[in-house]
């Protein structure tokens, strides 16, 4: 399975992006019963988890982008999404996605820029 994310961008601060990440290859299934995480990194640092999805639709999210970030899943098109509001120039950073056990091949990632 390779994922594909999608959506990322150049706001301002205040304003909105909705980040896809596609399952690319994955049987329904298997895509159903995946808890999916969206993660972020900075040049330079490690790998953070931002915001988790379960197979039963519930959600986690990171403290500093509790009430603005919405985790969010369809499984018919084996895709995650990501919707960012009041996004603020510390959220800029390459966003990427995979499921809980990080065993599908991770993707580019998409780029968020946030400027002040």
Not at 50 to 77: C, E, L, M, P, Q
Not at 95 to 113: A, I, M
Request: glycine share 12%.
């Amino acid at each position: 399975v390779r994922l594909v994310e999608s959506g990322g961008g150049l706001v301002q601060a205040g304003g909105s992006l909705r980040l896809s990440c596609k399952a690319s290859g994955a049987i329904l299934s298997d895509f159903s019963s995946s808890p999916m995480n969206w993660y972020r990194q900075i040049l330079g640092k490690g790998r953070e988890l931002v915001a988790h999805v379960g197979s039963d639709g519930s959600t986690t999210y990171v403290d500093s982008v509790k009430d603005r970030f919405t985790i969010s899943r369809d499984n018919a098109k084996r895709t995650a999404y990501l919707q960012m509001n009041r996004l603020k120039p510390e959220d800029t950073a390459v966003y990427y996605c995979n499921r809980e056990n990080r065993d599908w091949t991770w993707g580019q990632g998409t780029q968020v820029t946030v400027g002040s």
